[in-house]
């Protein structure tokens, strides 16, 4: 699991800071999460292949994270793409891209298929073999999910040299890699501890942002991997953090310690502040394994 | 008269190219035409100041250039703007903006005035004391308007000398930069032309971008001192360029020309070529005063 930053800081786009986006390599999946204005450019710069996007992800319709979304569609089509593209947002996102494709007199020439959110409890809205994809619901100034990225458990790990030493037919491997016990001919059965490894650990990411401080999403991120947790002002600003339903790093660190992740990741940062270092500082007196997201970043999980 | 350009490339923004938006400062005012993604973060890099931007004036609904308006408003409202902000543009954009301000559940703290247009003729869609503005009417894939920014020929300046000289009261200082004779006390008429010098000269800057090669335009910037004129290819695309109603260097350079404007500035490039320079060498086979717009650049006409 891989996770790129390409933008997290609040507000306006600025000469060397970027609204949020992020790409989340899971599972040999790519799926861009919210899409704000210079995104494409952002793509580029972090040498992303455009072809690999499928999914799109919009948290909320605040200019910060969408207002790159159009453009980036545009672009699809301009590269001639011809692979489906899926969007997923709240209800009205179809509306302002569409819209716009209209009145530029264009159209999409790769099929472009809209999954408008309405629902005010979390949902599974993708799933594949592989990945699940659920929201979170969010409480901000506009209907805002948040989104629960699952790696499924894959199979077991085959123990080549144990298949081998009971001479296991190649034909019942994928029935072991499932975790069924084999009898063999002889009438002795063997455990499928001892023909298999433990498959690979199924990962868990959440992406939420942006939220004021809400302890019930908790229940939807319990015990995860990692937590990106939108943390726009540090502590001093706790009012004007609540006035404007965005949180503090203290705030988000809480949420990661009640929640017990694994790790957190801070972004959505308000560019008041001389140094992101003081989110993380401020974040690491409640909760010790803070990640400081960045514009470029890139995490392996 | 100062013309900054923002971006003047076709297309889509990339890593180190952006999308058609400049900015025109004649007689003190400060008017962005066309908008793409990034024009804001353009705008920052530039050092313009936001707050000087009261009319933006959009060429057509292509989205390299108008994708960055959006964003553009957004941030005025981040700003706490309060001066009206006057958009021009061809029907549609204001339900483009207002649906994203809506659905984003945010309005403008200023006034924010659209200003449709619809005509095929030109029409004059500002006016002031100092500077007059008309569309002209483009040949594109879908309703295009350039815009031709007109500064007035100003009042007469007073030769200081000569009016003390002969005694002239002050009272009849602003008839004689009107461009009257004076008659003195003793029955003298004295020509205006003694007791003036000739006005600053009246500047015309004409935007042409996008368009097919047209020289139904030419009536329209006939003798005009700068001609923006896009030039999307070379002269050996000139079938492609016929067909998606672009324009090649020659082709631009022709109709500076035929219309015989002082200076031709280039722009609206395709990033197919390795350098821009060949855009020049081209346009000069015809016409000898061509500048090459690029992104960051400005002059002073």
């Known amino acids: 699991m891989k996770l ?83 969007i997923y947002g709240p209800k009205g996102i179809k509306e302002v891209i569409t819209l716009q494709l209209r009145l530029s007199n264009s159209w999409t020439n790769y099929g472009l298929f809209f999954h408008e959110l309405e629902a005010t409890e979390s949902e599974i809205i993708y799933e594949d073999e592989k990945v699940l994809v659920k929201t979170i619901p969010l409480k901000h100034r506009v209907y805002t999910n948040g989104f629960l990225f699952q790696e499924k458990v894959g199979d077991r ?37 001892i023909l298999t490894y433990d498959p690979i650990p199924a990962k868990s990411y959440a992406f939420c942002s942006d939220t004021a401080y809400d302890e019930t999403i908790i229940p939807n991120i319990q ?7 939108e943390s726009t002002f540090l502590q001093q600003e706790e009012g004007l953090a609540a006035k404007t339903m965005h949180c503090t790093a203290k705030q988000a660190a809480t949420i990661a310690l009640k929640a017990n992740v694994k790790q957190l990741v801070l972004g959505h940062y308000s560019t008041r502040y001389e140094s992101i270092a003081l989110f993380k500082e401020e974040a690491e007196t409640i909760f010790p394994e803070v990640l400081l997201g960045d514009d470029g970043a890139s995490f392996d999980f």
């Open 157 to 193: 790990k085959l123990n080549l040299d144990a298949v081998q030493n009971f001479e296991i037919d190649q034909c019942y491997y994928q029935k072991i890699k499932n975790g069924k016990d084999i009898t063999l001919d002889d009438g002795r059965v063997i455990e499928n501890a």
């Open 223 to 229: 015990n995860i991997d990692i937590l990106y947790h």
């Open 4 to 86: 790129t930053i390409l933008g997290c800081y609040a507000a306006t786009p600025r000469s060397f800071t970027n609204p949020t986006s992020q790409v989340l390599e899971i599972r040999n999946r790519l799926f861009l999460i919210d899409c704000g204005e210079g995104t494409q450019v952002q793509l580029r710069r972090n040498k992303i292949k455009f072809s690999k996007i499928n999914h799109i992800f919009i948290s909320h319709l605040h200019g910060d994270h969408f207002f790159g979304l159009v453009g980036l569609v545009s672009t699809f089509m301009l590269l001639n793409r011809t692979t489906d593209l899926h």
